[in-house]
């Protein structure tokens, strides 16, 4: 098709066929059961749960909106048991009650152990007190006690009797205390008697004295030594009575969980220590009543419990799925919490929370990978518990090493999960580059498709799509005008006629908003026409600048012609975002010429408010030129190019046709068409490069001319390869199809000038010279011109 006819309406926008879509409404198609067009992705979870090695978590690249976290979710839910979940529980080491121990038991049996064993309590605080309050344990221990007050009794007295033979009385000052005096006669001597007796009879009595003292001394020995019996004894008695009531209900508790032998080693651990504290049975300690209260738990003895971090439900048959929304460290790997008692902090294991990773212990744990690297010590946290597959219960500030008091430290639990951590590409790259564990711990990429081809079955699948969403968000059903209507949106989204959009969450505010409107209507059905007022509905929300730009453009504040003929003055068209909005705006470009070395001055480059790709589209602009026009020698002149009326940054190469277009027609002094637009990227042969952003570009345009009046003479210049990515408003294809409005389609820049100016580009001869009457040849002329007056000059 030749390049100076427009575009047919059939050409500007991919409509569907009824015939597509063979049902009248959404509420007789079968809802899609699976993600649209992610086989990728999904492969590559597949492959990451297969594999049983370290190392293989899942980055899940792609757009917010795509429905990867929904797709992932989906999928796992849909996965067998992998048969190695437990639940995970922390008890007391009475060894070493600092660092408490794990015990790993068969899904579904930590909490009904944690009943069981607080019932185990509950009865042993009634039990154990019976058995020490009765008649029987009361004759034991009076006896034991009795038993030694006689042996200390007798040996006493007989030690007494030895004394009394040698002269001396022993006697009792204080429990424990004895004194050993010399008699006088049979009474004791006082300080003036003994001073009275001579020097033998003093040496004699202190003799005696001496003497008995160090048989005192062997009977208080022998005295400690009976104590020590009676204590062991009775420790005995009390054990014995102890073990005669713990010994059953525990033995019975064994057998019920006889299948895991680390919980039979503690059972036993527990039995030995209530033998050795059965006192905390008896107490009614307000210490302990003060730290259940402020831990909120029970006042059960605190050193027998059972502290459950992650337990299956017994009706459970699938993996352990988490989604972690808030992955700071506490979160993330669990905390030990603190009770504070008269102003002393305490803490004990019953007081060990769990995190996000022992809930998905032998499952899987969802992440966004922005919110991990957001929190401080997290990602590498996340790397250590990977890398050594143990997890760790340590708190933040023992990490930053601000804390220095003394805290638990349990015992690492093995660490069996797989992380799927959700990002952009972005994110992905810079961990890719900078951090050298990450391609060692997350070996699979799961990336996202943007789109997927429309062909006749994609279009069936995608109306399931939306009956799928139908369903799941509650919305009323959706007419087949209106499922057409969507697909004809979503390639527009997709800016492709042979592309849908995969933006899950896009269709689904789409499919929202049209319910409200249809629901307002009070209908029971979507129709097309409440499609159309979502649209335009979302439109006006966010168009408040766009409107202002087009009054000022009506007003004519901003300047912008769209009749007649100028030289060296083109309308471009770019794209502007106000956040959630992209509208496409006309921009006058002017170049102006001049004697000069052949330099173009890009002033938006000049004054800083040009980029690194608009600076690229202006050298490349400038190879062209000098191509064209500087085979034969130096070009002797200078141009300028700007944005008039431009305060702000400007990027991008989209211009670069535009603005050649603008400096040949300064130079060979032939006016060009303000009637027509252009957009497109050009390369160093004069080749047209397709642009984003066509669709809102060519109705930015049409806006425009439509408030300056449409005279059937306007129209859009555009790369030929961005046809395919035309799927404009319906007003914009009825003025084409009318003749109110035009598209063109050109290969080059040439056929691009053709359009603008009327003339052919021109075609050079074997000498390199084009033809006088063409532009080319123009422009060429005035080169020629201007190297003669320089050659005049320098002679």
Request: hydrophobic share 40%; net charge neutral; glycine share 6%.
């Amino acid at each position: 098709m030749s390049f100076r006819k427009p575009l047919t309406a059939n050409r500007l926008k991919r409509v569907c066929l009824q015939k597509d879509f063979p049902f009248a409404s959404t509420a007789r198609l079968e809802p899609l059961d699976g993600i649209l067009g992610q086989a990728r992705a999904e492969e590559a979870v597949q492959f990451s749960i297969s594999m049983m090695s370290s190392g293989y978590n899942v980055y899940a690249v792609g757009r917010n909106g795509l429905g990867k976290r929904t797709m992932v979710l989906s999928y796992l839910a849909r996965q067998e048991n992998r048969g190695d979940m437990w639940d995970w529980c922390y008890v007391n080491d009475f060894e070493n009650p600092r660092t408490p121990r794990y015990l790993r038991l068969a899904p579904g049996t930590a909490q009904r152990f944690r009943k069981d064993m607080d019932a185990l309590l509950r009865r042993l605080q009634k039990l154990i007190p019976q058995a020490f309050d009765n008649d029987s344990y009361y004759e034991r221990a009076e006896k034991l006690k009795n038993e030694l007050a006689d042996k200390q009794e007798k040996a006493l007295k007989r030690l007494a009797r030895q004394a009394e033979k040698h002269g001396v009385q022993l006697t009792i000052q204080t429990p424990g205390g004895y004194r050993l005096v010399a008699l006088n006669g049979e009474e004791p001597h006082t300080e003036e008697s003994f001073a009275a007796l001579d020097e033998e009879a003093r040496q004699a009595a202190e003799a005696n004295i001496n003497l008995m003292e160090k048989k005192l001394r062997a009977v208080l020995r022998k005295l400690s030594q009976w104590e020590e019996t009676y204590t062991d004894l009775h420790q005995q008695l009390n054990e014995e009575v102890a073990l005669g009531v713990t010994r059953h209900p525990i033995e019975s508790l064994k057998k019920k969980y006889r299948g895991s032998q680390p919980l039979q080693d503690w059972l036993d651990a527990v039995q030995a220590d209530i033998l050795k504290n059965f006192d905390v049975f008896f107490e009614d300690n307000e210490e302990q009543a003060a730290l259940s209260q402020a831990a909120l738990d029970t006042r059960l003895p605190r050193r027998y419990q059972v502290n459950v971090l992650a337990a299956q439900k017994p009706d459970e048959t699938g993996v352990p799925i988490v989604v972690e929304d808030n992955p700071n460290y506490a979160n993330l790997f669990g905390y030990v919490e603190n009770v504070t008692y008269k102003g002393t902090v305490y803490t004990d294991f019953t007081l060990i929370r769990p995190g996000a990773l022992h809930r998905a212990n032998g499952g899987y744990l969802l992440m966004d990978a922005i919110k991990v690297l957001e929190q401080p010590f997290v990602w590498d946290g996340l790397k250590r518990a990977l890398r050594s597959r143990k997890l760790a219960v340590n708190t933040l500030e023992k990490e930053l090493s601000f804390s220095g008091t003394i805290s638990l430290e349990p015992e690492p639990l093995p660490l069996d999960v797989k992380i799927i951590l959700f990002g952009d590409r972005d994110t992905y790259l810079l961990l890719r580059e900078h951090d050298p564990d990450f391609g060692e711990l997350f070996k699979v990429v799961a990336d996202f498709e943007d789109v997927i081809s429309r062909t006749p079955e994609a279009q069936t699948l995608y109306a399931r799509f939306i009956a799928a969403l139908i369903k799941d968000k509650g919305l009323l059903p959706m007419s087949r005008e209106a499922v057409m209507r969507v697909v004809e949106h979503s390639a527009r989204v997709a800016e492709h006629q042979d592309r849908l959009s995969l933006h899950a969450a896009d269709i689904a505010y789409l499919l929202r908003e049209s319910d409200y409107w249809a629901r307002q209507a009070g209908k029971k059905r979507i129709e097309g026409q409440f499609v159309e007022k979502a649209l335009a509905s979302a439109e006006y929300r966010s168009s408040r600048i766009r409107d202002q730009i087009y009054q000022s453009i009506e007003e004519g504040t901003t300047i912008l012609e769209t009749e007649g003929e100028r030289i060296g003055q083109i309308n471009a068209l770019s794209v502007l975002f106000t956040g959630d909005h992209e509208f496409g705006m006309p921009s006058k470009v002017t170049a102006t010429c001049y004697h000069g070395s052949g330099e173009v001055i890009d002033i938006e480059r000049d004054v800083k408010l040009a980029g690194a790709l608009h600076a690229k589209g202006m050298m490349i602009l400038s190879a062209y030129l000098a191509s064209l026009l500087g085979q034969d020698g130096p070009i002797p002149l200078s141009a300028s190019i700007t944005f008039e009326q431009s305060y702000h940054p400007v990027d991008g190469d989209s211009a670069t046709m535009a603005e050649c277009c603008a400096l040949i027609s300064a130079i060979a002094k032939v006016p060009l068409r303000q009637s027509l637009a252009i957009t497109g990227s050009m390369n160093q042969f004069g080749e047209a490069q397709p642009v984003g952003g066509v669709n809102e570009k060519v109705e930015g345009f049409f806006e425009t001319c439509r408030l300056k009046g449409l005279t059937g003479e306007q129209g859009v210049i555009l790369p030929g390869k961005n046809v395919v990515n035309l799927m404009l408003k319906d007003e914009v294809v009825d003025a084409c199809r009318a003749g109110l409005f035009h598209v063109y389609a050109v290969d080059n820049v040439l056929q691009a000038l053709e359009l603008l100016t009327g003339l052919r580009a021109g075609t050079p001869d074997a000498r390199g010279r084009f033809g006088k009457t063409t532009l080319l040849g123009k422009a060429q002329q005035v080169v020629m011109h201007h190297r003669k007056l320089l050659r005049q000059s320098g002679s």
